[in-house]
């Protein structure tokens, strides 16, 4: 079946520096969703990217649509503390019954 | 508007007992959706509602787990007998619809059994 690879696994950044990561695929997405979850909470929705190539915007966060449908990459600009967490990507499958697959996630941690 | 509402947040029960959780989705959301998060990993879909006709519960573990959405709104999640491996975070998503819909997520029940 359809799965999505993250990377990095997790990662220690300095406050103030940029983040980058990405997810990965064999098969193609027509839609990538980049979500946030927070410890004891459930995921939430940053950015939906519905357009190969598309590049979308929230905040200090930035995300693309890779050209081939089988990628996307979210980045994050001057991180914070509050940027800790894990961050998943996920999209629906393009075969058989309509569900959301989600990637291994990226656990950010911030140093101050 | 209030967010999709879980409960118990936490539940530390026995291996064999049963164990059940409830969610009720946001608002005028029709589909409604259950997922299993293993430690370390994302999210896995066990059941998803539209109204109250589950249209996919291929991922549902049917000889210990069950699920009703007897009115199309609130939700219960079932394990009966519970295992040690079903030690994990349960989330509840809802979404207007189903294709294309945001999917807006509850904080979770995290179950230990020990």
């Known amino acids: 079946g359809q799965q999505l690879n993250q990377s990095p696994q997790s990662m220690f950044i300095q406050e103030g520096e940029d983040v980058s990561m990405n997810c990965t695929s064999s098969?193609?997405?027509?839609?990538w969703l980049w979500y946030k979850q927070d410890p004891g909470e459930g995921p939430v929705l940053l950015i939906a990217?519905?357009?190969?190539?598309e590049l979308t915007s929230n905040g200090r966060l930035t995300a693309q649509f890779g050209i081939t449908r089988k990628d996307s990459f979210l980045n994050i600009s001057a991180s914070i503390p509050s940027d800790v967490g894990i961050y998943f990507c996920?999209?629906?499958?393009?075969?058989?019954?309509?569900?959301?697959?989600f990637g291994t996630g990226t656990r950010l941690k911030v140093l101050a | 508007e209030a967010g999709v509402v879980q409960s118990p947040r936490y539940k530390i029960i026995e291996k064999k007992q049963p164990v059940a959780f409830w969610c009720n989705p946001i608002?005028?959301?029709?589909?409604l959706y259950w997922y299993l998060q293993n430690l370390g990993q994302g999210p896995e879909l066990l059941i998803r509602?539209?109204?109250?006709?589950?249209?996919?519960d291929s991922q549902l573990p049917k000889d210990r787990f069950s699920a009703e959405r007897l009115k199309g709104v609130d939700s219960t999640l079932k394990i009966q007998p519970a295992e040690l491996g079903d030690s994990a975070v349960y989330l509840c998503?809802?979404?207007?619809?189903?294709?294309?819909?945001?999917?807006?997520f509850g904080p979770g029940t995290r179950l230990t059994v020990l």
């Open positions: 608002s005028g959301h029709n589909t």
């Open positions: 996920a999209g629906p499958t393009t075969s058989g019954t309509y569900k959301y697959i």
């Open positions: 098969s193609i997405f027509n839609t």
């Open positions: 509602y539209e109204n109250e006709e589950a249209v996919d």
């Open positions: 998503a809802s979404s207007r619809g189903t294709s294309g819909d945001t999917q807006y």
């Open positions: 990217l519905y357009k190969a190539g």
